[in-house]
């Protein structure tokens, strides 16, 4: 059965303290990995595509990188509106984004 | 277009009454999705359509369950004897038919079953 294991759960950062978020998967045929923001009440908002190991996206504060087990989703220099969930979904064989369970992210000021 | 919507953003019902819930994905996205998403959790796949066609339904979906895209445009999810469990956000995605092509999401409709 294909998995999407996100950690950790929740993290906390000071302003300016770099990190990462990871997103570990299990599954068979790959054909996309896609990251998603998520503010309180809303829908996800989308991110990035990641296709295939040693590929790399940037947005702003945002990198996202994948190998063929893990993504990962550098934040750099985070800012208090950078707090969200962030999201982690897997494409396999049936065009289905199957998710993970999410980092929960605060930045303090 | 700017983008999926989704009508209503809440509801509130009483257990045991009917909800039925619209999206309209974005124009010429030929691939729609249907997502339960409860506290803490991330997305749940609740079914898939491609234009009309509904391809894939997850186990989750009981019989109460309906959904429905006409004419491969606006889909419809209908909840039938609605339950406290039932109570979620419930979101809309849709893409482009393809590979790998990600999906866009409207801003759900939150759902309370009193």
């Known amino acids: 059965e294909d998995q999407v294991t996100q950690s950790p759960e929740a993290l906390r950062l000071q302003e300016g303290e770099s990190s990462s978020l990871n997103c570990s998967y299990t599954v068979s045929g790959l054909r996309g990995l896609f990251w998603y923001r998520q503010d309180p009440g809303k829908g996800p908002e989308f991110l990035f595509t990641l296709y295939s190991a040693g590929e790399e996206k940037e947005k702003e504060r945002l990198k996202a990188t994948i190998t063929k087990k893990e993504s990962f989703l550098h934040i750099t220099a985070p800012k208090p509106e950078d707090s969200a969930t962030y999201l982690c979904a897997v494409q396999v064989r049936s065009y289905i984004p199957t998710f993970g369970r999410g980092t929960s992210l605060i930045v303090h000021p | 277009d700017t983008g999926v919507s989704q009508n209503p953003r809440h509801k509130i019902t009483k257990r045991g009454q009917n909800v039925t819930f619209r999206c309209d994905p974005i124009?010429?996205?030929?691939?729609l999705y249907w997502y339960r998403q409860t506290l803490g959790q991330g997305p749940e796949f609740l079914t898939y359509f491609q234009n009309e066609a509904q391809l894939e339904k997850s186990r989750l979906l009981s019989d109460r369950f309906s959904a429905e895209r006409p004419k491969g445009s606006f889909s419809t999810l209908e909840i039938q004897r609605t339950e406290q469990g039932d109570s979620a956000m419930y979101l809309c995605a849709s893409s482009f038919q393809g590979a790998n092509t990600e999906a866009f999401f409207g801003q759900g409709t939150r759902l309370t079953v009193v």
């Open positions: 124009s010429e996205h030929n691939r």
